[in-house]
Structures are given as structure tokens and as C-alpha cells.
């Protein structure tokens, strides 16, 4: 499969636990994004990487959420102390070079319980 | 901040009928506009895109016009047909950067 990726599929977790979710990009995709989508909503921003920098941050990322892609390859994204406002879908995209187009990765749906 | 504002939030056509969404952004550097069709529990899928030196793009029954001057862009579906049921996002974004979606519109063909 030569699509963005993304593990796990699902994740349910209690409030306060700390979790971490993986994003592969497409293959030589140089830029990869971070978006959350809760139900009913459009995906909005979080924060996103050219190669292993991290370029931008949304406001809606507090310091309970780090992001990183120490190889310029695949990502991470943490969330600590999670809070039942964390329920959402985790979606990643990834484009390539001068390219505008984002494809997009299934997303980690997280449930906070 | 950017806004894209996303219009309507459902639509119901009848099947081969045309369908129009409507979005309007508020960052006058935005240039690239995106269409994203989402079917329940998939991601999100590039359907077709326009950039700011362009007014209108076709892509067999799929077509996108943008009015940069009033900030405003339509995708237009013509001869819906059942598969063309899900969520569709407008977004806006400016060169390779992060993109603001809309809220989506949910449109139903109906048989």
C-alpha cells in the first residue's frame, strides 16, 4: 500500500493517560500534516513538518500535545493527561515537494472514556 | 484568523440532478482551493482542486469556478449519481501550507 498510514486504527484510553499515534507518509513525501476532526466538523489544523522541522503549531495544540518526525519520515503525536475533549479523529496527510495537493492517512480515532 | 465559511450544511438532490456548494474565504492570500469528498468512517479524498490563477476547472462531471475578487469559490456536480453521497469539504490554503477546511456539506442523492 503506497497511501499515508497511520496506527493505530483506533484507541480508547481513560482520562489522564498519556497516548501515542504514528503517521507514514507517502514514500518520499517531504511535508506531513497533523488535522483533528470531531463529528460533524471539517478537520482543523494542528501542526505540521517540512522534512524533520516542525514549521507551524495551531493555538488548538496546548502543551499536553508534542509532535515530532525525527527522521523526516514517519511522525509521532502525543498527547499527555488526555482529557475526554481529546475524543476525536486523528487524521495525517502528506504531500510532496512544490505540490499544494494532501492526501490523506484512515486517522486514529480516539475515545477518552 | 482564516475562516472558510461552507454553504449549505445539507443538500438533497434528486438523482441526475446538478448539486452546487458554495464556500467563501476570508484570507485574501489564500491560493489553492481544494474539494475533499468524505464517505461515513473514510478519510477524506481529494476530489479536485484550483489554484488562484485560474477561474474555472472541469474534470468529467465535477467542476470548480473561484472568484478571487469576492473571495468566493462553488463546486458543482452535474448527472448526480448514488456514489456521489457523502461529506464535501471546501478548503483554502496558501502555497504549500496548512489547509482550513469548511464544514462540510452533506449531500444526499435521492433515487
Known amino acids: 500500500d503506497t497511501g499515508v498510514s497511520q496506527d493505530p486504527r483506533h484507541k480508547i484510553t481513560k482520562r489522564g493517560q498519556n497516548v501515542t499515534f504514528r503517521c507514514d507518509p507517502i514514500s518520499e513525501h517531504n511535508r506531513l500534516y497533523w488535522y483533528r476532526q470531531t463529528l460533524g466538523q471539517g478537520p482543523e489544523f494542528l501542526t505540521y513538518f517540512q522534512n524533520e522541522a516542525q514549521l507551524e503549531k495551531s493555538r488548538l495544540l496546548s502543551d499536553r500535545f508534542s509532535a515530532e518526525r525525527p527522521k523526516g519520515s514517519f511522525s509521532t503525536l502525543e498527547i499527555q493527561r488526555t482529557e475526554q475533549g481529546d475524543s476525536a479523529m486523528y487524521l495525517c496527510a502528506s504531500s510532496f515537494g512544490d505540490s499544494y495537493e494532501q492526501y490523506f492517512g484512515p486517522g486514529t480515532r480516539l475515545t477518552v472514556t | 484568523g482564516e475562516n472558510v465559511e461552507q454553504h449549505p450544511s445539507t443538500l438533497s438532490v434528486q438523482e441526475g440532478d446538478s448539486a452546487v456548494i458554495k464556500c467563501t474565504y476570508s484570507?485574501?492570500?489564500?491560493?489553492?482551493f481544494p474539494w475533499y469528498k468524505q464517505e461515513l468512517g473514510k478519510r477524506p479524498q481529494l476530489i479536485i482542486d484550483?489554484?488562484?490563477?485560474?477561474g474555472e476547472k472541469k474534470d468529467q462531471r465535477i467542476a470548480v469556478t473561484l472568484n478571487k475578487t469576492a473571495k468566493h469559490f462553488s463546486l458543482h456536480i452535474t448527472e448526480t449519481q448514488p456514489e456521489d453521497s457523502a461529506v464535501y469539504f471546501c478548503?483554502?490554503?496558501?502555497?504549500?501550507?496548512?489547509?482550513?477546511f469548511g464544514k462540510g456539506t452533506r449531500l444526499h442523492i435521492l433515487p
Open positions: 484570507d485574501s492570500a489564500s491560493n489553492y
Open positions: 478548503a483554502a490554503s496558501y502555497r504549500d501550507d496548512k489547509i482550513i
Open positions: 484550483i489554484r488562484s490563477n485560474v
